[in-house]
């Protein structure tokens, strides 16, 4: 039987093999599109530290991986008022087709991993991962 790490590894690997498309297609890396879908995802969570501290990444891979993002002309920073200290991240008109292509591979990616399960058993899943990243976000506070 497999250990719930051994799952984890297994998703994350099918999860990259299912958006590699999106990536070659558009010479992306997958920490990149990560960073892509969560400013598509979350758009009051815009800052750097705002994805550091949701997506668990360390400092150093965010900045690389939007130094990178910004090169391309997807994103682009912005410092709001007179706060020139924190810059305000927002997604350009050019990443639209790369977002489009990933949200498409995200939603094959998610109905196939539910494929064949009911209505209970999705919401029961859905249950459990929330149980499962809180459990998970605790120990990184500690």
């Given at each position: 039987m497999m250990?719930?790490?051994e799952?984890l590894?297994?998703?994350r690997?099918a999860?990259?093999r299912?958006t ?10 997958h ?5 892509l ?8 969570m ?7 501290k949701?997506q668990?990444?360390s ?15 997807f994103?682009?920073g ?6 020139r200290r ?5 997604l350009?008109?050019?990443?639209s087709?790369v977002?489009?292509?990933a949200?498409?591979?995200r939603c ?8 064949g399960?009911t ?6 899943l859905?249950?459990y ?8 976000l605790s120990?990184s506070?500690?």
């Amino acid at each position: 039987m497999m250990t719930p790490y051994e799952h984890l590894l297994v998703i994350r690997a099918a999860y990259e093999r299912a958006t590699d498309t999106v990536c070659k297609k558009h010479s992306i890396k997958h920490r990149e599109l990560d960073i892509l879908l969560f400013l598509h995802d979350y758009p009051n969570m815009s800052t750097a530290t705002d994805i550091v501290k949701k997506q668990n990444l360390s400092k150093s891979h965010v900045s690389v991986s939007l130094r990178a993002l910004e090169e391309r002309g997807f994103v682009s920073g912005e410092f709001h008022g007179t706060n020139r200290r924190t810059i305000y991240l927002h997604l350009n008109d050019s990443a639209s087709e790369v977002l489009s292509d990933a949200i498409n591979a995200r939603c094959e990616f998610a109905m196939a991993m539910v494929a064949g399960f009911t209505e209970e058993e999705k919401n029961a899943l859905g249950s459990y991962l929330g149980r499962v990243k809180k459990n998970l976000l605790s120990l990184s506070k500690k």
